[in-house]
């Protein structure tokens, strides 16, 4: 069987909120078979939860966030990639304040405290949302799409007009059933302009950014003094971002993803026009592992990840 994950105890992180700049604490706790990713915004008084769910994304300029009843867990992007990575299904994420940190602005670190904290197998089936036939979105000429696929595959191609950008690998294919989302993907960082930061702090945004949490750039080049951690680190990033942004849908896509000049707007837009068609598809599991395609039994067999 391929089977549901969860934790096998309390980790616990503190951090920088990337837009308040204030400090944020936050606690992973395991969770029962098919409760999903639930985030508990623990400093509000009755505390709130927010289920992982495409349908409360808010504010996808830079980040994205759930929403209910007028308060935010911003920033769950990352988190929820290497949720995603690393296999997870069902998890309590404890925090006190209105964002997840933002560590070092990948996604490594939280597979870090995952994997300190130790993953194990529950005795459910895994469920996998299966994409049965194409469904596309765009807005000019930006666009994102998703195919039916026995695996899970993501496809992305960034235009940035900057010499940095431009002297890097600009597109990138990520196929998990030959890479590692540890080892491939998981390292890439955030990335901005000196000149938008500086904008955005001057009106009380990205007021925790630094260069410890995202790489930055002025006019011409990287100022991070270590460089990159990948020859195309700004296009992979963008890939992290989406696999957190698709897993908010509540299950591991079987799909490929294919996307241009894509965000988080748009990742989140092709999962409600996805889910809006019912006809377009089905949850799944594999109670016998030679009955999953070979990419799932790769990616999500009895075997758990290595430890870091």
């Known amino acids: ?38 985030f508990h915004r623990v400093d509000l008084d009755p505390p709130l939860t927010l289920p992982a769910d495409p349908y409360a994304v808010c504010d996808t300029r830079m980040c994205s966030g759930l929403e209910k009843n007028g308060e935010k867990v911003g920033t769950v992007e990352h988190l929820m990639s290497a949720l995603a990575g690393l296999g997870i299904d069902n998890l309590h994420v404890d925090v006190d304040a209105p964002e997840i940190p933002i560590l070092d602005g990948s996604s490594a670190p939280f597979v870090f405290l995952l994997q ?111 460089g990159l951690r990948y020859a195309d680190e700004f296009v992979k990033h963008k890939v992290l971002d989406a696999i957190g942004d698709l897993y908010l849908c509540g299950h591991p896509l079987l799909a490929s993803y294919t996307a241009h000049k894509a965000g988080h707007a748009l990742n989140n837009q092709i999962l409600r026009v996805l889910l809006e068609d019912r006809e377009a598809w089905e949850v799944v599991s594999f109670e016998q592992p030679r009955a999953a395609p070979p990419a799932v039994v790769h990616q999500f067999g009895d075997a758990l990840p290595a430890q870091a």
């Open 116 to 226: 300190s904290a130790g993953i194990e197998e529950q005795k459910a089936p895994k469920k996998f949302l299966r994409v049965k036939k194409p469904v596309e979105y765009r807005e000019g000429d930006k666009w994102v799409r998703l195919d039916p696929y026995d695996g899970f595959s993501l496809e992305f191609s960034i235009v940035f007009d900057h010499p940095a950008i431009d002297r890097t690998a600009t597109s990138v294919k990520v196929d998990f059933a030959t890479h590692s989302y540890i080892r491939d993907v998981a390292r890439a960082r955030t990335f901005g302009f000196m000149q938008d930061v500086e904008f955005m702090q001057s009106n009380g945004l990205a007021l925790g950014g630094s260069l410890d949490n995202a790489i930055v750039m002025d006019e011409y080049r990287v100022l991070n003094a270590e």
């Open 1 to 38: 069987m391929i089977r549901q994950r969860t934790l096998k105890s309390i980790v616990k992180a503190t951090g920088v909120g990337l837009h308040g700049g204030r400090k944020v604490t936050l606690v992973l706790r395991p969770a029962a078979p098919d409760t999903g990713i639930v």
